[in-house]
């Protein structure tokens, strides 16, 4: 009844909300994207996503088939590796940064170990610039981060903007500086911050520097200071610092997937987790159930 391909497009279009984005992560033409949508949405009876010129949302049946999605690809998958005979082997380095230690990601790493259990996988939780460095150097196989803006690597899993978050009751004084809690180099997200108080000639100082969330995210909690973050990975019990307190805008980030060339032994179960998590990329900016 659904078509795998137009189910493939749909995940896409729902984790990147954008036609032209899905568009570039299949390779296809965005009206064939558009009609791979609108034949599944034919097929349901119902509008799937809502939609403009200015922007593209889900609609409740959109969310519901988001799930029915990937278990029909992930059923089809598992038939498609049985039938052919293709039993994926081997050892797999992956690297996820710091910035999904909160979310859904466990979910993924599950299912994929229970469709390849011959594949030893090897995971390595650091900061998104740390993996970077540890991928050029042959030390992992496949990476999940953030991505630097001057860099074109990567194959996009999802698009989100920087905010600043720290506790409600924070009062940040407009005369004094910037109480910061920040990741120590090479973090991205550090960087993108002090650029950007930097270019508004805004004085700062850190408050906290941890390599772990979690410190973060406690430092956050207790008043010592300001944060820059995801806005779809916000951790409970923080909320956006509010505009007129006069932080900078940060820009947009980009969650991308790496590969890395060293060794040709690893591609076959990086290529298979890589599709694992294109096509379950909506939990990554979904509370966890358990954690990591």
Excluded at 68 to 75: G, K, M, P, T, Y
Excluded at 81 to 96: D, H, K, M, V
Excluded at 101 to 128: G, K, N, Q, Y
Excluded at 188 to 208: E, F, S, V
Aim: hydrophobic fraction near 40%; include cysteine.
């Amino acid at each position: 009844m659904y078509d795998p391909s137009h189910l493939r497009t749909f995940l896409s279009v729902a984790q990147t909300l954008s036609f032209t984005q899905a568009a570039r992560r299949l390779g296809l033409r965005q009206s064939t994207v558009s009609q791979h949508v609108r034949r599944l949405e034919d097929a349901t009876g119902r509008q799937l996503f809502s939609r403009d010129t200015h922007s593209v949302e889900l609609t409740e049946d959109g969310e519901a088939m988001l799930g029915f999605a990937r278990r029909i690809l992930e059923v089809h998958e598992q038939a498609t590796a049985f039938f052919t005979g293709t039993r994926l082997r081997g050892r797999l380095r992956f690297g996820a940064s710091e910035d999904f230690v909160l979310t859904r990601l466990p979910e993924i790493l599950e299912a994929f170990r229970h469709d390849h259990p011959e594949v030893d996988l090897e995971l390595t939780v650091e900061l998104s610039g740390t993996l970077h460095e540890q991928l050029a150097a042959g030390k992992l196989d496949l990476v999940l981060a953030k991505r630097r803006p001057e860099d074109p690597r990567g194959e996009p899993v999802w698009s989100d903007r920087l905010v600043w978050i720290g506790a409600e009751r924070l009062r940040l004084e407009p005369d004094r500086p910037v109480p910061l809690i920040v990741y120590p180099p090479p973090g991205i997200t550090r960087a993108l911050a002090l650029d950007a108080l930097q270019r508004q000639g805004r004085a700062w100082h850190i408050a906290c520097t941890s390599g772990s969330l979690n410190g973060l995210i406690a430092a956050a909690r207790a008043g010592l200071g300001v944060m820059a973050h995801s806005r779809g990975l916000v951790p409970p019990g923080l909320v956006r610092v509010p505009d007129r307190a006069g932080l900078p805008e940060l820009g947009g980030v980009d969650f991308v997937l790496v590969h890395g060339g060293r060794r040709p032994s690893a591609q076959g179960a990086a290529g298979a987790l890589a599709a694992a998590i294109l096509a379950g990329g909506d939990r990554l900016h979904r509370p966890q159930r358990t954690g990591l």
